[in-house]
């Protein structure tokens, strides 16, 4: 028999065409979870909702997720850029800054707030969902200011000793402050102030009151 013969006789299966139905599965829970929080907000997400909307099992999603807030959180990061370009280069500390401050108050001024607002929430009653949300959340925005503010040393523009992790509690605290508490507006003035006030602080340094704290410790 000819190998072509032997072909017609025996022919190799053919792959399975489109999505697995489990990439299948993921996407209509993630993108159910959105609608329903986009159209009838966090208080009506749960898994009996995601489940009837995606027209899959509750014991489907349980597979991967343990909460709703996880798929909510699954869906914010995959929304989020690569890191490269996350991270503004200006070529000033206060024009990086700026181009990172202003779409992130432009958006939690928005749907965005309530979906941060939900999701703090939930981490202060769930220790597991509070590591993830900082751990696959937060800290990619903290690194950015991070990265922010090595580039303004290196250019000379703030002081080595300026700690990046400080930096990002300054830029990001007085935000969500506002958001959670709700005292005032989150807007281009606000995002403008912030930014003016966080340079000024890293750009000082009193060399006499640092080595009194030092001679202190």
């Known amino acids: 028999m000819s190998n072509a013969e032997a072909a017609e006789s025996n022919p190799a299966p053919r792959p399975r065409a489109g999505r697995p ?29 995601i489940a009837a909307k995606a027209g899959v ?27 490269e370009g996350l991270v503004p280069d ?10 990172l ?22 981490a202060q009653a769930d220790p597991r969902f ?3 949300f900082r751990a696959q959340l937060m800290s990619a925005h903290r690194e950015i200011v991070r990265a922010v503010v090595a580039r303004a040393q290196l250019r000379g523009e703030v002081p080595f000793e300026v700690d990046g992790d400080l930096a990002a509690d300054l830029v990001y605290g007085p935000i969500l402050y506002r958001l959670l508490n ?10 403008f102030d912030l930014i003016d006030a966080v340079v000024s602080g890293l750009r000082y340094r009193d060399a006499g009151v640092k080595r009194a704290a030092e001679a202190a410790e």
Not at 57 to 83: C, G, H, N
Not at 107 to 113: D, E, I, P, V
């Open 130 to 132: 509070a590591e993830a």
């Open 21 to 49: 139905r489990s990439v299948e599965s993921r996407r209509a829970i993630i993108q159910s979870a959105m609608h329903i929080l986009q159209n009838d907000g966090y208080a009506a997400l749960n898994i009996e909702a």
């Open 57 to 83: 099992s509750k014991q489907t999603i349980y597979r991967w997720w343990s909460s709703a807030a996880f798929i909510v959180l699954e869906a914010l990061i995959a929304d989020m850029p690569s890191q």
């Open 101 to 122: 401050v202003r779409p992130t108050v432009r958006a939690l001024s928005q749907r965005r707030g309530a979906v941060y607002k939900a999701l703090i929430a939930e």
């Open 90 to 99: 200006t070529g000033s500390i206060r024009g990086d800054l700026q181009e």
């Open 182 to 191: 709700g005292h005032a507006t989150l807007d281009e003035t606000f995002a």
